[in-house]
Structures are given as structure tokens and as C-alpha cells.
């Protein structure tokens, strides 16, 4: 991957240590809303809860695969990137490049959060999201992250938390049915 020279945007270490709030939150609501749905397997029925913590479930998914992944594409300038916390030491991480993590992201961003004309064979609540085979490959990433970061541009606290949290999803595998949701 080609690393362009200079990036637009240079957050402060203060301004970094904002984001990794919000970048906690977001991996503590991913983990707790995935240990929620091992154990809540898809109903026949309709059911708004199950319905409402899928989708929460999916939007912190996409804005970790987001975090993780850019290099250059933010939406607004006070957005921060997981690239942003090494902007003077490049060679100590490399933005997420997988293709199914971005297929993931892309379709929860094109079926579930936006009101679409693209056909989709069900409904949101019943399509096949690849809760599994997404966080065997996004967990992995979120630690890379974290040890790669320094601690003066995290919050205090956050690092351990996080990794606290995703120790919740192991060992051996993480707890989740092939098909979490149908």
C-alpha cells in the first residue's frame, strides 16, 4: 500500500485522547451488543428489541471497520482516524485492508442506515449479517490497534478497558453462531 507524504488533518494528543472515549464506547458496545445477540438467536416473530440491539450491534461495527480502515476519507475534519494517532510515526500501523471487513461496512452503511432503493431479499432484521466471520477479523484489528497506539494519545484507562472487553469474546473463539441473525 502506497502511504501518501502528508495527511490534510493533525489531530492534538489532547484531541486523540477524546477520540479513544468515543473509540471505547464504540468497542464496548460492540463486544456487549455481540455477547447480547450469541444468546438471542433470530425469532420467527417480530421482535423490536432483538431488532433495535442487531442494528446498534451493526452501527458500532461499521464505525470500528470505518475507524480502523481509512487513511484519507473523513467526513468532517473533526473526525479522527486510527491512522491520526501515529501521523508522526507511520511505520507503526497501517490502516485495516480487508476486503470483507469492507464489503461489511459498505453494506451496513447501504441496506441499514440509509433508506434505499437497492433491492434487498429480505428485510434488515432478517438478512444474513456475518456477525461471526466479522469479528474474527475486526477484533484481531482493534488490538493491533491498541497496542500500536501510545498511551499519551489515549484517555486514561482506555486501552486496558478496551482489551478487557474483548477478553470477554475469548478464548478459544469468539462465542457466536455462524448465523447470529438471519
Known sequence: MTIPS??????SDEELQIGSQYFRYHV?????????????PASTEWDTVRNAILEDHLVHTRVLINFLSKFEKRERKNDVL??????????????LSDDFLKNQADNIGGYLVHITTKSMPNLKSKQEW?????????VPAIK?????ALENRLVDGAKNDCLGYLRKLSPPEIPVSLRAST
Open 144 to 148: 493491533t490497534f491498541l497496542f500500536a
Open 28 to 40: 464496548r458496545m460492540y463486544v456487549e451488543t455481540l455477547l447480547w445477540l450469541q444468546d438471542r
Open 6 to 11: 502528508q495527511r490534510n488533518v493533525v489531530h
Open 82 to 95: 486510527a491512522v491520526d494517532y501515529f501521523h508522526d510515526r507511520r511505520d507503526m500501523f497501517q490502516p
Open 130 to 138: 456475518f456477525i461471526r466471520e466479522t469479528a474474527l477479523k475486526l
